[in-house]
């Protein structure tokens, strides 16, 4: 009887997923036309199109709404797609956004068993923020306007911080100029103003915590060169949901 050689395989996949030793990092192959294009998005739409919907959505006094907040969401998730066709004018490829049926088993094995595990940790840490937005959306409110809106905010983090910027600065600067810099951007940048500019004083616990866990997601970019794989894990972390 030949031994069953699959299970050791398994966890040895499984070890090389979780410490992220992937077939394929990042190695972006673009030219420089397009490199400065992806950064210009970047400005554009992570700068521009941002502080323009809030200061919209503040002017109309919509803004902190449940409705507001995924209608600001899908707005910048419209803006990177028109921009990333349009104006970039590159694959989604490019920037690791690739089909399901391109993923190397290392990534299938490491979305298997990392995301499962974050759902669960996270919904224990976080219960009673979770409780919380239920009790005041109800079920189909939570469903709709905390889960699925927090899912996608963290996508367009994702796509917008490291898909764009971390891309265009490893390109150009290399690996740990580029995942340094574009987390850095991340956590000083629009997204955390009130950490920054609060009446009551620059938060640095909550900064020190956003540079970790952005610079976890950036490593897990590079080494895999998948940015799905940031992006789930990133919408699903309770505190982007409203």
Excluded: C
């Excluded at 979770?130 to 905010?153: A, D, K, N, P, R």
């Excluded at 917008?160 to 910027?165: A, I, K, N, V």
């Amino acid at each position: 009887m030949k031994p069953n050689v699959r299970l050791p395989a398994l966890l040895m996949d499984s070890l090389r997923a979780h410490a992220m030793m992937f077939e394929r990092p990042l190695a972006p192959r673009y030219g420089d036309a397009v490199g400065t294009r992806m950064l210009l998005a970047f400005l554009g739409v992570g700068v521009g199109v941002f502080f323009a919907l809030r200061l919209a959505f503040e002017a109309v006094g919509l803004r902190g709404r449940p409705g507001t907040s995924l209608a600001f969401v899908l707005g910048l998730l419209l803006a990177f797609f028109v921009a990333q066709r349009v104006f970039v004018r590159a694959p989604l490829l490019d920037i690791g956004l690739r089909r399901f049926s391109e993923w190397t088993r290392l990534e299938r094995l490491y979305a298997a068993q990392v995301i499962p595990l974050a759902l669960v940790i996270f919904s224990l840490i976080f219960r009673n923020h979770l409780s919380m937005l239920i009790e005041q959306h109800g079920l189909v409110g939570f469903v709709f306007f905390s889960v699925l809106m927090g899912l996608l905010w963290g996508m367009v983090q994702e796509f917008l911080y490291r898909g764009w910027l971390q891309t265009g600065l490893t390109r150009r600067f290399g690996a740990v100029a580029g995942v340094l810099v574009a987390n850095a951007a991340y956590t000083f940048g629009p997204l955390h103003l009130n950490f920054l500019l609060g009446a009551d004083g620059v938060h640095w616990g909550s900064l020190a915590a956003i540079f970790g866990i952005g610079l976890i997601f950036g490593i897990l970019y590079y080494r895999s060169g998948n940015l799905w794989l940031p992006a789930v894990l990133h919408g699903l972390w309770p505190l982007n949901m409203t």
